[in-house]
C-alpha cells in the first residue's frame, strides 16, 4: 500500500483526532479538511508562522487545514493519498479462511503473521496484541466496523515487523 504523502503522518484524519494525557505519539499527526479545532485531548501550542502546533503527548508536530500557508495545501494532497492508500487497502483480497473475523474481533493476546485480516465486526484490542513477521511483510487489517483499543493496551512488534508495513483499514471510527 503506497501512502505516498500521506505517509508523512503518524495520524492523518478527515474527521478529527483525541487523545487522553497519558498518549506517546511519535511523529507528525494531521486533521484536514477541518480545523485544530477537531485535535482534541493535546495541549496545542501555535509555533509563531501559524503552520503548525506542538503538544507534549506527540514528538512532532500537529497540522490542521485551517493553518498557514503551505499547510492546507499539503494536507490536500495527503488527504487525497489517503483516500486513494485506502481503496487500495481495501481492495486487497483474504484468501485464508482463518483471517476472517479472527477471534471475533478480540485480537487482544493474539499474534497475528504477515497477511490481509478481513473482519465484519468491530475490531478489539484489550490486551497487549502482536505483529509478527520480518521486515518487509506486510499485515493488512480490514474492518467494516470501528477499532477500539483500550488504556494501558500495545501493540508489539516482533521478529523483525515494522510499523511502516502494518495498514489499518477501518471503516467506521477509530479510538485507540
Given amino acids: 500500500v503506497n501512502l505516498r504523502s500521506a505517509g508523512n503522518y ?17 511523529g507528525d499527526i ?13 495541549d496545542l501550542i501555535l509555533d509563531s508562522e501559524g503552520e503548525f502546533s506542538t503538544a507534549t503527548q506527540f514528538t512532532g508536530k ?17 488527504v487525497g493519498d489517503m483516500e486513494t492508500a485506502y481503496a487500495d487497502a481495501s481492495s486487497r483480497p483474504n484468501e485464508d479462511p482463518d483471517r476472517i ?9 493474539l499474534t497475528v503473521t504477515p497477511g490481509a485480516y478481513t ?3 468491530d475490531i478489539e484490542i484489550l490486551a497487549n ?7 518487509t511483510d506486510v499485515f493488512i487489517i480490514q ?3 470501528n477499532l477500539f483499543q483500550a488504556a494501558n493496551t500495545n501493540v508489539i512488534l516482533k521478529d523483525g515487523a515494522e510499523a511502516k508495513n502494518i495498514f489499518w ?3 467506521g471510527r477509530s479510538e485507540v
Fill in 10 to 26: 503518524a495520524i492523518l484524519a478527515k474527521t478529527g483526532i483525541s487523545t487522553v494525557p497519558a498518549s506517546a505519539i511519535t
Fill in 30 to 42: 494531521a486533521v484536514s479538511p477541518i480545523a485544530a479545532t477537531a485535535i482534541t485531548g493535546f
Fill in 62 to 78: 500537529a497540522y490542521a487545514a485551517a493553518y498557514a500557508e503551505p499547510t492546507p495545501f499539503l494536507l490536500t494532497d495527503a
Fill in 101 to 109: 473475523n479472527l477471534a471475533g474481533g478480540s485480537i487482544g493476546g
Fill in 119 to 121: 473482519f465484519k465486526t
Fill in 129 to 135: 496484541m502482536y505483529f509478527s513477521g520480518e521486515s
Fill in 143 to 145: 474492518t467494516t466496523g
Fill in 169 to 171: 483499514q477501518i471503516a
